[in-house]
């Protein structure tokens, strides 16, 4: 009986001793998932990151044509009405001064086809890579 149980402690032993070496480091397929899970986050941590910076541009260059097409309507408004029948081409379309020079803009006039006695006024200030509009409607007496 003593041999059977010496057995036994004797294989419990080598099983446990094998087993706590079995497990020493990770095993391939772990170091693979561990790997993809960190790449999937990588990748949605840089597109954010992407993103914030693409509406951070497009922030920076709204802002200043918003104020732009916002002066320009205001040199509209003040202009008599009969002036705003046909416009003078200093009124249609040009360019802005430094620091704005990549900024142009264009003006349009429209009579609002119900109401006879109401114009549309709408500025375009454009850039390289996109625009923004801003228009009013005004009444005439």
Same mark, same amino acid.
């Given at each position: 009986?003593?041999?059977?149980?010496?057995?036994a402690?004797?294989?419990?032993?080598y099983?446990?001793?094998?087993?706590?070496?079995?497990r020493? #480091?990770?095993?391939?397929?772990e170091?693979?998932?561990?790997?993809?899970?960190?790449g *999937?986050?990588?990748? #949605?941590a840089?597109?954010?990151?992407?993103?914030?910076?693409r509406?951070?541009?497009?922030?920076?260059r709204i802002? +200043?044509?918003?104020?732009l097409?916002?002066?320009?309507?205001?040199?509209?408004?003040?202009?008599e009405?009969?002036?705003l029948? *046909?416009? +003078?081409?200093?009124?249609?379309?040009?360019?802005f001064? *430094? +620091?704005?020079?990549?900024?142009?803009?264009?003006?349009? *006039?429209?009579? %609002?086809?119900?109401?006879?006695?109401?114009?549309?006024?709408?500025v375009? %200030?454009?850039?390289?890579?996109g625009s923004?509009?801003?228009?009013?409607?005004?009444?005439? +007496?």
């Open positions: 009986m003593t041999s059977a149980c010496s057995l402690k004797a294989t419990n032993r099983s446990s001793a094998w087993a706590a070496e079995e020493r #480091g990770f095993t391939l397929l170091a693979v998932v561990a790997m993809a899970i960190i *999937v986050i990588s990748v #949605g840089l597109a954010a990151f992407s993103a914030d910076l509406a951070a541009d497009r922030a920076h802002l +200043p044509a918003a104020a097409a916002q002066e320009r309507l205001a040199t509209l408004e003040i202009k009405p009969t002036m029948d *046909v416009l +003078p081409d200093s009124l249609t379309r040009g360019r001064d *430094v +620091p704005f020079e990549d900024y142009s803009w264009t003006a349009v *006039v429209k009579r %609002v086809r119900a109401t006879p006695r109401l114009i549309t006024l709408s375009a %200030v454009s850039w390289e890579n923004f509009t801003l228009s009013e409607q005004r009444y005439v +007496p």
